[in-house]
C-alpha cells in the first residue's frame, strides 16, 4: 500500500494476507527513541499496533517525538497504546492530568467523565489512540491481589456506571478504551500474570455480578472490551476466556451483542504462556473471535518473530479461516479510520485546568472509616510507613519512593518516621511509643498473620490512626482497630491529599465497598 494520509480510507481489499496477518497483532518494544526493534515490527512483521510501558517513556514531549516517528514509518498506521488506568497502574505520570485509580474516584462518589476526558486528550495529543481502561471488575473477593481498588466498587451497578462514564470521556477525546478484564476478574485469588484463575460460579451469577457491568457499558455504547486469561469452568472447562469461543463469540458477540474491538490481556502473562505453544495461542485467540492479540512481556523480537510467523502459517493452512481473519481485520481498519491519525501530534495542551481536575478527585477521595479522638495530631506524633514492593505485576515498577513524612515535610509538618519491612517488625518493638501523642501506622495489602499483622500487635490501639494505602480490606486482619482511614492508592497525589485531609480534618471519601466492621 502507499504511505496513507488522514483522508484515505483503510479498505480490506488494498491489504495483502501479510499485511492482514499483522494487522491482529499488537506488540510492546523496548527504548525510548525509535529503533530497529520497531522498524522490524512495523516492516517485517506488519503489525497492527504497539503498546508503551513505563521502560519507553521519559517525557510526554519525548513520547510525542517517538509516536510521530512511528506512524511516520507505517504504511498502515497503527494502534498505539497504554495503560493509562489511573491510580498505581498508569505508565504517564509526569507532565499530564493527575489520574486517581478507579476506587479512589468511586469514593468521591462524582463522575469520572471529565478527568477521564482530560487525560484522553493528553493521550491523543501525544499520540495514544487506545487506552486499556476503564476497569469493569467486580472487586467481590477481598483477598484479590491484582484488582482490589483497581476496581470502582463490590457493586456492579456502581462499577458500571463509572465504566460507562470513563469510557465515554476517553472516547470523546478520540481514544478507544478497552474496558477490562471480561468475563471479569474481580473474584479471584489468583494473579493472571503469574498463573491461571478458576471461577467457580454459574452464568446466572455470573450474569448477576461479574457480567452486569459489561453488559449496562455495551448497552451504554461501549467501543471496546479486554479480555482476561480466567477459566470458568461454567462456560467453558477448558480454555481460559482470552482462547474460549464459548465466551468470546457465543457469549460476548451473540448473547450480549457487543459489535466492538476485542482485544486480549497480555498474552505472554504466566496464565497463558506457560500453558500454550505460540501457535496454540494465535490458533485458539483468533477462532475465538478475538480481533488484537497483545504480547507484552519480554518484549524479545525473536518471540515476536516466531508470534508473526505462526499467525501466517496457521492461516495459510485454514487451520485459522479466511473469513475469521477478514472479519476481525475489516473491524480493525474500520476503527483505525475513525480514530486513528498517521501523525502530526503535538504535545501542546494547557496543564493547569487538567491538574487541579484530578487532585480535586483526590482530595474527595480521602476516606475516613473510624475515628475516636485522634483527630487533630499534635507535632508528638510518630509515622510508621512500609517499604513497599510490588504488590501486582501491573503497578508501576519505577514509581518515585516517597514516605508519608517526607510528604509532610512539604506542608512543614516535621515527624519522626520509622521505614518497616517483615525484618524491622522486632525492632520497632523496642521502639519507646509512650514519648509521642499519636502514632500513624501505614499499611499496604494486609493479609493473614503477616508481618503487619504482627507490628499492630505492639503498638497502643487508641492513639494509633491505621492509613490503608491500597486495600480498604486492610482492617479485616487487624483486631481493635479505633482509627482506620482509606485512601486506596500509594501514590504521591494521594499521599498528599492524605496529609492535607489530616492537617484540615476535613474528609469527604465514603467507602466504596462493604468490610468487615465488627471492632
Not at 518494544?29 to 521502560?55: A, M, P, S, W, Y
Not at 511509643?433 to 503498638?459: A, E, P, R
Request: with cysteine.
Amino acid at each position: 500500500m502507499e504511505k496513507l494520509k488522514n483522508n484515505i480510507k483503510l479498505k480490506l481489499e488494498d491489504l495483502t494476507l501479510e499485511e492482514k496477518v499483522g494487522q491482529l497483532l499488537m506488540f510492546a518494544f523496548h527504548g525510548t527513541e525509535f529503533n530497529d526493534q520497531l522498524l522490524t515490527q512495523i516492516e517485517k512483521l506488519k503489525v497492527g499496533g504497539v503498546i508503551f510501558f513505563g521502560r519507553n517513556i521519559v517525557t510526554p514531549e519525548q513520547v510525542t517525538k517517538l509516536t510521530n516517528e512511528i506512524q511516520a514509518h507505517a504504511t498502515i498506521p497503527l494502534y498505539i497504546g497504554v495503560d493509562q488506568e489511573g491510580g498505581t497502574v498508569q505508565r504517564i505520570i509526569n507532565g499530564v492530568t493527575p489520574f486517581p485509580g478507579a476506587m479512589a474516584i468511586s469514593a468521591t462518589q462524582n463522575s469520572n467523565y471529565e478527568v477521564s476526558r482530560a487525560v484522553g486528550d493528553d493521550l491523543r495529543k501525544m499520540g495514544f489512540n487506545m487506552n486499556f481502561a476503564p476497569v469493569g471488575d467486580v472487586n467481590n473477593n477481598p483477598n484479590n491481589p491484582v484488582i482490589n481498588s483497581r476496581s470502582y466498587s463490590d457493586d456492579p451497578e456502581v462499577c458500571a456506571k463509572y465504566v460507562i462514564d470513563g469510557a465515554k470521556g476517553f472516547l470523546d477525546s478520540g481514544v478507544i478504551p478497552t474496558c477490562k478484564h471480561f468475563p471479569g476478574h474481580g473474584d479471584t485469588s489468583v494473579d493472571s500474570h503469574i498463573s491461571l484463575p478458576t471461577v467457580n460460579k454459574d452464568l446466572k451469577s455470573l450474569e448477576k455480578t461479574e457480567l452486569l457491568p459489561f453488559k449496562l457499558a455495551i448497552e451504554g455504547g461501549l467501543q471496546g472490551i479486554m479480555a482476561s486469561h480466567i477459566l470458568y469452568p461454567a462456560i467453558d472447562d477448558k480454555y481460559p476466556a482470552t482462547l474460549s469461543k464459548a465466551i468470546i463469540t457465543d457469549l460476548l458477540k451473540k448473547k450480549m451483542g457487543f459489535k466492538g474491538l476485542i482485544v486480549t490481556d497480555s498474552l505472554t502473562m504466566g496464565a497463558i504462556n506457560n500453558n500454550f505453544t505460540h501457535k496454540e495461542i494465535v490458533n485458539l485467540c483468533v477462532n475465538a473471535g478475538v480481533d488484537l492479540m497483545i504480547f507484552c512481556g519480554r518484549a524479545d523480537l525473536v518471540d515476536q518473530e516466531d508470534i508473526y510467523k505462526s499467525l501466517l502459517e496457521e492461516v495459510k493452512c485454514g487451520n485459522i479461516p479466511m473469513e475469521r481473519v477478514d472479519e476481525s481485520v475489516s473491524k480493525l481498519l474500520a476503527y483505525k479510520n475513525n480514530y486513528v491519525l498517521n501523525g502530526n501530534f503535538e504535545c501542546n495542551y494547557s496543564k493547569e485546568e487538567r491538574i487541579n481536575i484530578g487532585t480535586e478527585l483526590s482530595r474527595d477521595s480521602i476516606t475516613l472509616v473510624k475515628e475516636n479522638n485522634f483527630l487533630p495530631i499534635t507535632d508528638k506524633t510518630l509515622v510508621i510507613f512500609p517499604k513497599i514492593k510490588l504488590f501486582s505485576l501491573v503497578d508501576n515498577a519505577d514509581e518515585e519512593y516517597v514516605s508519608l513524612g517526607n510528604v509532610f515535610k512539604r506542608y512543614n509538618k516535621s515527624f519522626d518516621e520509622i521505614i518497616y519491612d517483615s525484618e524491622m517488625v522486632d525492632v520497632i518493638k523496642d521502639i519507646d511509643t509512650n514519648k509521642y501523642d499519636k502514632v500513624i501506622l501505614c499499611t499496604y495489602n494486609v493479609t493473614k498473620d503477616d508481618y503487619q499483622t504482627k507490628l499492630w500487635s505492639k503498638l497502643d490501639k487508641e492513639k494509633t490512626m491505621v492509613v490503608s494505602m491500597r486495600s480498604p480490606y486492610d482492617i479485616n486482619h487487624l483486631d481493635n482497630v479505633n482509627n482506620y482511614i482509606c485512601i486506596y492508592e500509594a501514590t504521591l497525589l494521594a499521599l498528599q491529599s492524605l496529609v492535607e485531609a489530616i492537617i484540615k480534618n476535613e474528609f469527604k471519601g465514603k467507602l466504596p465497598v462493604k468490610i468487615n466492621n465488627k471492632q
